[in-house]
């Protein structure tokens, strides 16, 4: 679009708070209670503020004056703000941590902030956002009880605007910018928040929440199958904490048995996976199945028991008694879209190779077994590769009822 390179100068002032009000509720009893004895109550502590303001980075000709400072006798306020623009594009940002100090959870009730006219819009974007989501702080943000948030202040001079958009003269715009804290008792709040479907289709977002803890487990719907639906893990499992994590720990899918070993040979590939048999053939147990590629996932493989535990704490800690859960199959990767001719998963879900995972399923009676490596294609390698970097990524299957 036409943009006039030499425009009026922009001065932007900004004074950026937190105002933390704590609320507490007493519920009201209904009947007396006497109680003897001592009671003892643990010293809470309401304390947000902000720390480590950084210098200001600059883009294009823009150009700061003065030093902005967070206030040494009231560390919720950040003041000296000072941004000069002058050309489209021009930018100045600033990171700041939102740091919750004390013992109680928080959120946002409200943000007040000036309200630009409309005028204004067309050239200038003052925005404020979570570096991890790099969404802009909204109404119910939760910042929980010893949690730090880095944020972005970012004072932009639109870029993308034609000449009858610039400002006419050189302009002084003051602007603030406050966080509202209130008290808040249910973490639920800070789970991810989804919509509950009477029929639910290929990669619609599911939600497990902690209401205690404001810890969401996420799944992508797989297949609704009426009353329950089958949904994949958005992210591996720690084994450490049961829980999912971006990044989580990877491990062999299954150890190396001496006594089902080719003979004369050394390495890990002379292993034959623990689905044959001991024969020199070393035939598919028929348990498993009679062809490849076969689901053998079971308590022989590094992963069941750390499926067991996370199974578990959907069940006993998340309320969860319908849930069970599996390894994904080669099979279901076909079905949402990966290719068997080429062994690629270009036309799958983004979700469906975002993180390296095993697979429960064995490519060959040798030692072979399928896995995503984190990019479109789906391998097969050595059951006993420690070096192959895949997790666990489960699949439940849990009652819409629950959700």
């Given amino acids: 679009m036409e943009k006039e390179r030499s425009v009026k100068l922009l001065i932007i002032s900004i004074l950026f708070m937190l105002i933390a009000g704590l609320t507490v509720v007493f519920a009201a009893l209904s009947t007396s209670l006497n109680i003897n004895g001592t009671a003892y109550l643990d010293a809470a502590k309401w304390g947000i503020k902000f720390e480590n303001l950084s210098s200001p980075t600059a883009w294009g000709t823009a150009t700061t004056t003065g030093a902005a400072k967070i206030e040494e006798t009231k560390s919720s306020e950040i003041t000296g703000i000072n941004v000069s623009l002058s050309t ?23 943000i007040e902030k000036t309200v630009l006219t409309e005028e204004q819009q067309r050239y200038l974007s003052f925005k404020v956002r979570d570096v991890d989501t790099l969404s802009e702080v909204k109404e119910n943000d939760v ?23 610039l400002p006419k003269q050189t302009s002084t715009i003051s602007l603030s910018y406050k966080l509202n804290f209130v008290q808040i008792n249910d973490l639920s709040i800070a789970c991810t928040q989804f919509e509950k479907k009477n029929a639910y289709s290929i990669g619609d977002e599911i939600s497990l929440c902690n209401s205690k803890t404001g810890k969401s487990e996420d799944f992508y719907v797989m297949r609704d199958n009426g009353d329950t639906v089958e949904a994949f893990a958005k992210y591996n499992v720690n084994t450490t904490s049961n829980l999912q994590e971006e990044r989580a ?43 490849y590629p076969v689901y053998v996932f079971d308590s022989n493989s590094n992963l069941y028991s750390p499926l067991n535990n996370y199974e578990t704490y959907l069940k006993s800690t998340l309320g969860k008694s319908s849930v069970t859960t599996k390894l994904i199959t080669y099979e279901d990767l076909i079905n949402l879209g990966c290719n068997s001719d080429d062994n690629t998963c270009a036309s799958a879900p983004y979700w469906i190779y975002s993180t390296k995972y095993w697979t429960g399923s064995a490519y060959n009676n040798n030692n072979k077994l399928w896995g995503i490596p984190a990019s479109n294609n789906i391998l097969y390698t050595n059951f006993n590769n420690p070096k192959a970097g895949l997790g666990l990524r489960p699949v439940i299957t849990i009652k819409k009822s629950e959700l």
């Fill in 249 to 291: 720990t990877r491990f062999k899918f299954a150890n190396s048995d001496e006594s089902n070993k080719k003979s004369d040979c050394t390495g890990m590939a002379c292993y034959y996976g623990y689905w044959t048999d001991n024969t020199s053939d070393h035939n598919l147990l028929s348990k498993y199945g009679t062809s």
């Fill in 88 to 110: 489209p594009g021009d930018l100045v940002r600033y990171s700041v941590n939102l740091v919750n100090e004390g013992t109680i959870n928080a959120k946002i009730d409200n």
């Fill in 143 to 165: 910042l929980k009880a010893g949690e730090t948030k880095q944020l972005i202040i970012d004072i932009m001079f639109i870029d993308d605007i034609t000449k009858d958009d």
